[in-house]
């Protein structure tokens, strides 16, 4: 469904809709026979809200595609994400909290190991701590360019953000990264004509950059990728004419969700604390996006237990949604992180839709193996979600006569 | 599906389909936990139908859009109904059975109340009479303008069609209506070079129009909107290689038939005649689109048991249509009309498909519950019913080797 045929059919009102996004929700089973955390779980709330709504799966960015949390949050918010691709920059940026412009260029940074004749030898330059990382960043923070500023900022480990700020910048800029160990680093050399300045830019950074880091062993040399500028996409007001916020602990969520203007609710990192968020501000806007970011992480660590228990601990908070009396509430996760592969998985993601005026199927417990029986269909496209949303808040009128 | 692939592999014979459309069939429960509808109603007829064949639910225009008449009815013919807009001019001038040419322009107008500055108080004139209106149309109709005719037609209370027929006209005009009371109305321009006459000809209608008006407070002026004209669509002949008829009471759903080029069949509006007539029609055509409207108005209605009773009826002759002996039937309608809502909705449509050659899923009753676990699926777009139906029928060859 694109954009201008929503923005033709969308009917501001007053009604409110919450997103509950427990990040990496849909699992596996361990055994064979056996449950998957969700289905393991103790959720009597979200059951209730199950047996009063409709539910299905959804899948983020299509049947076996293993989606990163950049696409499968925007396709749950209704940004057809292979359209709306966010350039590895911009998340790095995003992910450090890090106020981008429109007109910066954004680069993920890594430092890696160089041997005498400039051929890569570890990617990663052994993997060095985060505290080594931000002393060479202090290092890298001094280079000065001509007609541009330079923003190095830590990310994790091996990787950092770049940032290019002036006049006239572009990131039609192919990486530098081989990919390979054995191979030299590749110049940063422009894709058009207007790029030559930032690459002309890049070239001087990373000649600086080298002779800084010539005595830092194993961590002397950089590879950059992923140049990327702020994307320039219509907001979640303009397209489906929502006041929308957001409550998420972690930068990268935030982020991408100032980067489709929602507003951000600052927020401690813990659930009963973004409920309290979420209660102080109901009144002022009627989209909240709620993040509960461990239930992944745990899946990430192939902690079933945990998975499960974290599961619960929202499951808990329910009731408070339920008290300020939302018109919509829908509650599913961006993707599968089964604790089983302890990574992303292209699983389809259970989905419940709460609202008086759902059409109830007969699903009466919110887990994986019930929610194939679902209303909602057992693998419909995540970005279906918003326009469902939409209709069951009475914001969608009327398509021909 | 696109239309030039589906004409690849039509494979034209001479098996019979029905299309039995319960317009606004879906619907919702009255109270939590309770039935709908259709779910409530006795419809033993349509439950061996679904038993015998295959069930699932379709969504007219997508997840969420609550469908107009007109593209929910193009939609299960088969024809994208995004792709296939009906202009609001067009649908009003089906609507009174007026006889649109190819080459004429038609409007909705409404009467409207101005005041001595030509300001819109009331879009609706007070809702006027629809007697009132046809004595203001008379008088409207004796304007006559150069090089063009003009045709003015009542529809309901303060909605009336206007025609202009003549040489070179362009449906390229804004509408005049302001949409808001406390505006001026806008002049009728032309968005293109083609559509200058027209826009002079609309200019010197309304001048003679509000001339006429000026005693006939409320309704002392006219505000026009949806210029259109009649789509050169293919017809579902040509697609689908049927000769299809129409069986239709209401004058807007035979002009829809029309515009896709189904025959149309004189009938009653009463749905045991409706029967009748296709009875005595079998012989001569393939497909047949059998209408029963009241089965929304009573949803419109918000009455509940109504709508269960008129199921039931059309339930009743569903052994008159068995005994013709159809290859293919398909029992649906073309969108939800819940009476707890009063209106159209988004919520996916009842289908059943019954065939010798269906292969049957589970369901042993036509309902909104059971559906969603049929064959069919439990959200699939209407516009696949008409390829499903030509398959069942025996009407589509291989595609590829």
Redesign the interface.
């Known amino acids: 469904?694109d954009f201008e045929?929503i923005k033709q059919?969308v009917k501001p009102t007053n009604t409110k809709i919450v997103m509950l996004i427990m990040d990496g929700l849909g699992g596996l089973p361990e055994k064979p026979g056996g449950k998957t955390e969700l289905e393991a779980a103790r959720t009597p709330n979200l059951d209730k809200l199950a047996e009063?709504g409709v539910c299905?799966l959804h899948e983020p960015v299509g049947p076996g595609i293993i989606p990163g949390s950049g696409p499968s949050h925007l396709a749950v918010f209704g940004y057809d994400p292979i359209a709306h691709n966010v350039g590895r920059g911009v998340l790095s940026a995003l992910g450090v909290d890090f106020d981008l412009k429109s007109s910066d260029v954004a680069a993920r940074g890594n430092f890696c190991t160089l041997d005498k004749g400039g051929i890569v030898t570890d990617r990663r330059a052994g993997r060095i701590s985060t505290e080594r990382n931000q002393e060479l960043c202090s290092m890298l923070k001094e280079i000065k360019l001509p007609g541009a500023e330079v923003f190095v900022q830590t990310e994790k480990e091996h990787r950092f953000l770049l940032v290019l700020r002036g006049e006239g910048l572009s990131d039609e800029i192919n990486d530098t990264d081989p990919q390979e160990v054995g191979k030299k680093q590749i110049p940063p050399e422009p894709k058009s004509h207007e790029a030559k300045k930032t690459s002309d830019l890049l070239k001087e950074f990373l000649e600086k950059a080298h002779q800084k880091l010539s005595d830092s062993h194993p961590a002397n040399g950089i590879l950059l990728r992923g140049f990327a500028m702020y994307p320039d996409w219509p907001s979640f007001q303009q397209v489906f004419g929502l006041k929308p916020a957001a409550i998420a602990a972690y930068p990268m969520y935030r982020g991408l969700a100032k980067l489709i203007g929602m507003e951000i609710l600052q927020t401690p990192d813990d659930i009963s604390e973004e409920f309290g968020v979420l209660e102080k501000n109901w009144e002022s806007y009627d989209f909240f996006y709620v993040h509960a970011k461990h239930i992944d992480s745990s899946g990430e660590d192939g902690n079933f237990k945990e998975k499960s228990r974290l599961i619960e601990e929202v499951d808990e908070h329910v009731p408070r949604l339920r008290k300020l009396n939302p018109d919509v509430i829908i509650v599913t996760g961006d993707h599968s992180t089964p604790s089983l592969m302890k990574s992303h998985s292209w699983h389809p993601v259970p989905v419940l839709l709460w609202s008086p005026?759902c059409?109830?199927?007969?699903i009466k417990r919110f887990g994986e193996r019930d929610c194939i029986?679902?209303?909602?269909?057992?693998r419909?496209p995540a970005v279906?979600l918003?326009?469902?949303?939409?209709?069951?808040a009475g914001r969608?009128?009327?398509?021909?006569?």
Chains 1, 2 share one sequence.
């Open positions: 469904m045929f059919v009063e299905g005026l059409r109830p199927d007969n029986a679902g209303g909602l269909g057992a419909f279906n918003m326009p469902l949303a939409l209709a069951h969608l009128g009327k398509f021909g006569a």
